[in-house]
């Protein structure tokens, strides 16, 4: 071949190279198949995970990273590179590219495709800039992520192996209806995605994915997970741990969330081994106002306000651990904490940054959920002694009373041999909202009893009086009763002028 026909030759085909990269247009940006040579579920221009689509104004991404992305459009793929502009410490690099001959194959539609990897740092505030995929330009923004759909997980709950169908429908249920709450709640937000968590039956994700798509929304069953039914990681936490033992969980309310644990009156044995185990809260992300895709990474603090007089908890513990549907969150308390507590306590918690919906109230509460702190006895003053036949008991619970609290006494007279009290044992009714209150005992004035040492517990109806943490025991004698002597009053013998 002549060298000025190799030359045209070339020439030719520079210009239809460069005619394709001019004509280059991106149509969508999706996220990148985890393996490149698989199928696309759908063409690219049908893919409801696309980040964006040709005549958007803009991609909007929450949190920081790196993602992998797929840009599609017609001869992207003979795109030399990428970068970032305008979001300082952003970058974007080409990893691959296809042509539309390959992707038809895969299903992705007739049109090229490059694949890139986009790096966006944590904001603070919404940062705007521009992707540029050889010639062509995507506008981008970065904006801070916040926590959202914050809620205590189901393996703080009854251990799902041991529930029956109906058990599993019946908690089925109300997790469902969560799930469409909170698909409700982002479409008014604009988001159109919805997924659902922590199911036990293969039906309730099908419910919940005709729920969202009545609704004009998207089931996304990546972010979907059935509840552990087996094996021992379900017993991983406090109450899925402690159920056999006795200790119960519950999960009621929306916002906030609450998880109640009511641990039992024996906390010795294999129960003791469960306090070390921690509540877990499961949460995904969403922007501070809409977006389009989430990036992994995100800057943390999780705040803790205790409420109530409740044990010195001045934090529980936190991790973290990465899971399919976002992200778990543990809390531990202190295992002496748990050996010993009596009461009701509230913990508030909130993860910062966080939507309106990221506050979660844990409630951990003994059975009952009351008992006695300190027990004292009236004390009788040496100069006075004891002036009438009524004596009290000061009983001071751990926390205020509440109504309903029922107390039981008991009176041990037996160093006298003979009854000292009318009553020596019976139940009362505390006054509510009280720091302390008296057991008033009436004394049956028999002299064997003077001098002699008692013994006086008081501890919730029906715990057991060996229980210390519950009821609290004090001594105490009593002195005879004080004779008061009044002096004889005698009339005067007066006279006037001898006249009486």
Not at 48 to 70: C, K, L, N
Not at 85 to 112: E, F, L, M, Q, Y
Not at 289 to 315: C, H, M, N, W, Y
Not at 345 to 352: F, K, R, S, V
Request: net charge neutral.
């Amino acid at each position: 071949m002549r060298k000025s026909h190799l030359l045209a030759l070339l020439a030719g085909l520079g210009a239809l190279t460069c005619g394709a990269t001019a004509q280059a247009s991106v149509e969508t940006v999706a996220p990148a198949r985890s393996d490149p040579d698989s199928n696309c579920a759908q063409p690219q221009e049908h893919d409801p995970f696309a980040v964006w689509r040709q005549g958007d104004p803009v991609a909007r991404f929450a949190g920081s990273g790196t993602v992998r992305y797929e840009v599609f459009g017609h001869g992207i793929d003979l795109s030399p590179d990428a970068k970032t502009s305008g979001i300082t410490g952003a970058w974007a690099k080409r990893v691959d590219g296809h042509g539309g001959p390959v992707n038809a194959a895969h299903g992705c539609g007739n049109i090229g495709s490059v694949v890139i990897d986009l790096h966006l740092p944590a904001v603070s505030s919404a940062n705007s800039g521009t992707l540029h995929i050889g010639s062509e330009t995507v506008p981008i923004r970065a904006v801070p992520l916040v926590v959202s759909e914050l809620d205590w997980e189901q393996q703080n709950l009854t251990d799902g192996v041991q529930l029956t169908q109906a058990e599993m429908q019946a908690r089925d249920a109300v997790i469902l209806q969560d799930a469409v709450n909170r698909c409700q709640q982002g479409l008014l937000a604009g988001d159109t995605i919805c997924r659902i968590g922590g199911y036990f039956l293969a039906d309730t994700l099908n419910q919940a994915c005709t729920a969202f798509i009545n609704m004009g929304a998207t089931c996304d069953t990546r972010s979907s997970f059935p509840a552990r039914l087996r094996g021992s990681d379900f017993r991983n936490t406090i109450g899925n741990c402690g159920d056999i033992d006795g200790l119960g969980s519950a999960r009621t309310g929306l916002n906030p969330r609450v998880l109640t644990l009511t641990l039992p009156q024996n906390r010795t044995g294999h129960v003791a081994t469960c306090f070390g185990r921690p509540v877990i809260a499961g949460y995904t992300y969403e922007g501070s106002g809409a977006i389009d895709d989430t990036f992994p990474l995100i800057e943390k603090d999780v705040s803790l306000t205790q409420t109530g007089t409740g044990p010195a908890l001045a934090r529980l513990a936190y991790s973290e651990e990465h899971a399919i549907n976002g992200r778990f969150s543990q809390f531990n308390l202190p295992v002496t904490v748990m050996t010993d507590l009596v009461g009701i306590y509230t913990w508030e918690i909130a993860l910062n940054p966080g939507s309106t919906s990221s506050a979660l109230r844990l409630i951990v509460q003994s059975t009952p959920g009351y008992g006695v702190k300190a027990l004292a006895s009236a004390v009788y003053s040496p100069n006075v002694g004891r002036l009438n036949s009524s004596h009290r008991l000061i009983v001071t619970p751990y926390q205020a009373t509440r109504a309903g609290q029922v107390f039981h006494y008991q009176i041990d007279d037996s160093a006298a041999g003979r009854a000292c009290f009318t009553s020596r044992s019976g139940d009362m009714t505390a006054p509510v909202g009280q720091a302390s209150f008296d057991v008033p005992l009436t004394i049956a004035e028999n002299a064997a009893c003077y001098g002699k040492v008692f013994t006086a517990t008081v501890i919730p109806t029906g715990v057991p009086a060996s229980d210390p943490r519950f009821g609290k025991t004090v001594t105490f004698s009593l002195p005879p009763l004080t004779q008061l002597i009044v002096p004889t009053t005698v009339k005067p013998d007066l006279k006037v002028n001898g006249i009486n």
